[in-house]
């Protein structure tokens, strides 16, 4: 039983735009969420977004730009939602520029279809009764108030023209890329349907050669322990652009 549980989300691979990453002000809930997708939008207007690839799998979800590869446990995934043919989700990935946890990634689709399929594989891996327990925990512990979990904007067919026009009124329409790619949903065996393009220049990457993780049972059971960990000098999980280089030794870049 709990290898089939562990076999529940079959492995395939996503090309997609990266649109930015922001600090969550939630550890779930499409109220945390749907805010932050405009202001992603309006942000990823002023640069050409990262190309990525995403591949999800019963243990996680990888994120490949290049060469750098970050991985992201079942576990730290809390919250996905999707709207149209982005796909935003809610990582506990802690920052130590900014000391936050936690972060909004968003990702832009090559159709609705893709980023329907994207979103049924992260809610899989959120919908595990052994992360919504700990989630529970976590917003138990920390005071927050509890939030289902996200799930398709347009889902519920009475609210569907309400939320239609609403998304009208405060979401940009999708911007026109000078080059749309072919498909952004991989075959199973993991591989990317194309290598990603994403030039090391460009901020808010969502990948960063970090320190390994070689226990994956060292997952944080809250929120507050992670905060004590971390603050008190313990490796980080991401660096932002800037850090990167200095962790490197390689401060030529601009």
Known sequence: MALR???????ASYYVWFLGAQEAKGLRGSRVLLPVIP???ERSKEHEPLKVTLQISHKGLKII???????????????????????????????????C?????????DSEATAQALHEQLQILINRAENQKRF???????????????SVVTATPERKHHQQHHQQQQMPRRFDSPRRFDSSHGSDTG???????????QQHSPTSPVSPISNQSKLYDSLAAELREKLSGGVPLLLPAKDIDKANGNDSRR
Do not use: W
Not at 5 to 11: A, G
Not at 137 to 148: A, K, M, N, V, W
Not at 195 to 200: A, H, I, K, R, V
């Open 5 to 11: 549980l562990r076999k529940d989300v079959q492995k």
């Open 39 to 41: 202001r992603l939008i």
């Open 65 to 99: 730009q290049g060469s750098a590869k970050h991985f992201i446990p079942h576990g730290a995934i809390t919250c996905s939602v999707q709207t149209e043919d982005i796909v935003a989700c809610i990582l506990l990935l802690y920052n130590p520029a900014t000391k």
């Open 101 to 109: 946890p936690l972060h909004v990634h968003a990702y832009r689709c």
């Open 136 to 150: 529970a925990e976590l917003e138990t512990r920390l005071g927050l108030p509890s939030q289902l979990t996200a």
């Open 191 to 201: 591989t990317s349907t194309r290598e990603s393009e994403c030039s090391e220049e």
